[in-house]
Every structure is written in C-alpha cells, then in structure tokens.
C-alpha cells in the first residue's frame, strides 16, 4: 500500500471515530437532559404529596369534610406519566445506540 493509500486510511478511519464519538456524545447529553427533567419532576411529585398532606390534615384539625382530591391526584398522576414516557425515551435512545453500533461492527 502506498504511502498516500495508507494516509487516507488513516484519514478515513479518524473520520469514522469523531463522527461515533459526536453521536455518541449527542445521546449522553440528550440523556443527561432527559434524566434532569425526570428529576425535576419527582421533585415536583415530593412537593405535591407534601402539599396533598397538609391540606388533608387542616381538613381534619379544622374538623372540615376533605375537599376533593382529585384534581391534586390527577396532577400527581400526570407527572408519574410524564417520567414514564420520559424513561421510555431513554431507553430508546441506548436502543437505538446499541442498534448502531451492531451494525458498524
């Protein structure tokens, strides 16, 4: 092989590796993005249990009927989806990662 053949080799093959190591950079931050949200949003689920308790028990000691519920429950339940689908997204991405990488070997 030639000096100039085997060069571009070289080339070729640096080129392959930045563009894995951007890709594969690209998913770690989406992640990273996707895992702070999931974060964010237990924090918000902690807040509206605490909230949800509070108001539960100056229902009692104020010796007035509990009020409804359901729409502080449904908020609780909207963010347990939202970690869902958000893990779910993670998941897809280390999926497709792995796919990827299957196929360049």
Known sequence: MSFKGAFSKLGNTVK???DNIAEKSSDVIETTKLNMTIKDEE???????IALGKLVYE?????????????SCDSIKEKYDKIYNLKCKI?????EGRNKNQVKN
């Open 43 to 49: 924090d918000k689920i902690s807040k509206s249990y």
């Open 59 to 71: 229902s009692y000691i104020d010796g007035r009927e509990i009020v409804d519920l359901k729409g």
């Open 16 to 18: 392959k590796t930045a």
């Open 91 to 95: 998941k897809n991405i280390k999926e």
